[in-house]
């Protein structure tokens, strides 16, 4: 994944998570991964697997594209 895209992604959970009202914690806990991981997700700085990106983009009801762009 490109950084644009990473960023893209960070930034898009971190509106989703504020638009929720969740906390950090909260948010990855709905999400199935680790804060620490939501974390980096979130800074850009995650390279994560596709298999994850799409298990974030099922437990949000969406497509995984959606998130990155």
């Keep these: 994944m490109n950084a644009n895209a ?3 992604l960070g930034e898009n959970l971190i509106a989703i ?14 999400l199935g991964i680790s804060r620490v991981l939501l974390d980096l997700i979130e800074s850009g700085n995650s390279n994560l697997k596709l298999s994850t990106l799409e298990k974030i983009a099922d437990r949000l009801g969406t497509q995984p594209w959606k998130l990155i762009r």
């Design 17 to 30: 998570r504020k638009a929720s009202g969740l906390s950090k914690v909260d948010f990855a806990l709905q």
């Design 6 to 8: 990473r960023q893209n």
